[in-house]
C-alpha cells in the first residue's frame, strides 16, 4: 500500500515537472513591452492589451497558452498581419508574452470613476 502511495506521489511530481515544463517560457516584462509598442500590437490591441472594438481583440491577462499565442502570431486566425520568426523571434514573443500576463486585473465597474454615481453596480 506505502508503495504504492509513494510511486503516486512520485508521478505526482514528475507529472508535475512536465507540466511546468509545458508552460511559458519566462519572459522579459520590460522588453515586452517595449516591442508591444515598437512593434505596432499597441495600434490594434490597445494600450496594455486592453483590445478595441474594431481593430484587435483584449491580449491583457490572455488566457491563450503560449503555444496559441505565438502559433496566432506566425498564422493569424483571420485578419492579423503575420510576424514571422525572422521579424519576430520566439524569444521577443515570450517577452510580449510575458508583459500581457503580468498586466493588472480590471477594476470593477463599480470602482471605475467615471461611472461612479451613475448608478452602475
Ligand atoms: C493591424 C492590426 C493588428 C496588429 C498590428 C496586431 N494584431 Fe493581433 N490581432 C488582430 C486582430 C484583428 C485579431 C483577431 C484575429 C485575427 O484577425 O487573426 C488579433 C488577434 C490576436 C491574438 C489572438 C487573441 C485571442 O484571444 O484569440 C493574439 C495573441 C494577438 N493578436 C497578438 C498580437 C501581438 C503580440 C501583436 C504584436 C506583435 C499583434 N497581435 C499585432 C489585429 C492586430
Known amino acids: 500500500m506505502f508503495k504504492t502511495i509513494s510511486s503516486l506521489a ?5 507529472s508535475g515537472a512536465a507540466l511546468a515544463q ?4 519566462a519572459g522579459d516584462i520590460k522588453n515586452g513591452e517595449k516591442h508591444f509598442l515598437s512593434d505596432g500590437c499597441y495600434q490594434c490591441h490597445g494600450v ?3 483590445g478595441a472594438a474594431l481593430t484587435g481583440p483584449k491580449l491583457s491577462r490572455t ?9 496566432q502570431l ?5 485578419e492579423m498581419a503575420p510576424y514571422e520568426a525572422a521579424i519576430m523571434p520566439e524569444k521577443t514573443a515570450a517577452d ?3 508583459y ?3 498586466q493588472p486585473a480590471s477594476p ?11 448608478g452602475v453596480k
Open 96 to 98: 510580449i508574452y510575458a
Open 10 to 14: 512520485a508521478f505526482a511530481l514528475f
Open 63 to 71: 488566457a491563450l497558452p503560449f503555444e496559441a499565442f505565438l502559433n
Open 100 to 102: 500581457l500576463k503580468a
Open 74 to 78: 506566425r498564422k493569424p486566425a483571420a
Open 22 to 25: 509545458d508552460a511559458a517560457p
Open 48 to 50: 496594455g492589451g486592453n
Open 108 to 118: 470593477a465597474a463599480k470602482d471605475l470613476p467615471l461611472l461612479m454615481g451613475m
